[in-house]
């Protein structure tokens, strides 16, 4: 039998998509400025894909699809890669319903764990060269053999080997049971704010030697991002 939910239920269901749903997808939209600021070729790759996805006056109103949304790969690409290097969800858990056993170690009922994905996004046996930000990592690997002539067979393989192997290597949402029911709508709302922001306004940086200013707690937040913002110049 279904039961109705009570006011009460209506209400945590809310308070949880607000909390789950506002603060990390702003944070992580922090960090996408950040990373793309700092790094003028990505924002360059990102401008000439928003510029041939819309190929109109910047003055006019975008109206943006689903048929858009699907092509705006190398966007998504920048916002797993900026999610991989500072992860709004740093840590998750999991409370154990029974004695298990997990790499070989034997566990009690209730045991809590602590799932520590910024060190999953940093580990060297899944991630080459983990500290640097290079979006091509996700682009290049979801869309190989269309965008890599000019590699060579070695980068091709080290783009392959990236993310292929595991999963879990990738937690930016979680994973398994709990993993976040909102990915879709936050990958979504995010792309057409990048597209929104970018194709109208030029933004940088106000100080480019400031590094990421980042508080973590329960998420971590992004406490402080100058940027300066002008309207762009009209694409041709
Ligand atoms: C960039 C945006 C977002 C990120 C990075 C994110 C990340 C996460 C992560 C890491 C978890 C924990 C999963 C786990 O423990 O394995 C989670 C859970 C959750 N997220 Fe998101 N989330 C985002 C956006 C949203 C949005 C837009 C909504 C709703 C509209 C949402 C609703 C939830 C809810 C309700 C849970 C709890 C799920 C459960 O415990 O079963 N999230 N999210």
Redesign the pocket.
């Known amino acids: 039998m279904i039961e109705s939910l009570t006011d009460e239920d209506i209400r945590a269901l809310l308070l949880?998509?607000f909390l789950?749903?506002s603060d990390?997808?702003s944070n992580?939209l922090c960090y996408t400025i950040y990373y793309i600021c700092q790094n003028p070729h990505v924002k360059q790759k990102m401008l000439d894909e928003i510029d041939s996805i819309f190929p109109i006056n910047s003055s006019d109103t975008l109206h943006i699809t689903t048929d858009h949304i699907e092509k705006l790969k190398y966007c998504e690409a920048i916002i797993k890669e900026d999610?991989r290097m500072t992860?709004?969800?740093p840590v998750?858990?999991r409370v154990a319903s029974a004695e298990c056993e997990v790499a070989g170690y034997k566990f009690q009922a209730k045991t809590v764990f602590h799932?520590n994905?910024s060190s999953i996004h940093m580990n060297e046996k899944y991630w080459n060269n983990p500290t640097v930000f290079d979006p091509d990592r996700f682009y290049l690997h979801d869309n190989l053999g269309e965008f890599t002539d000019n590699l060579s067979d070695s980068d091709k393989e080290n783009k392959k080997s990236i993310h292929g192997k595991d999963k879990f290597s990738l937690?930016?949402?979680?994973?398994?049971?709990?993993?976040?029911?909102?990915?879709k709508?936050?990958m979504i709302?995010?792309l057409f704010f990048m597209v929104l922001m970018f194709k109208k306004y030029d933004v940088e940086l106000v100080d480019m030697d400031d590094p990421l200013k980042t508080h973590t707690g329960f998420l971590t937040n992004c406490l402080e991002l100058k940027i300066k913002i002008k309207p762009r110049k009209p694409s041709l």
């Open positions: 949880d998509i789950a749903g990390t997808s992580t999610s992860p709004v969800v998750s858990k799932l994905y937690v930016i949402f979680g994973g398994g049971i709990r993993l976040c029911p909102g990915r709508l936050a709302t995010m």
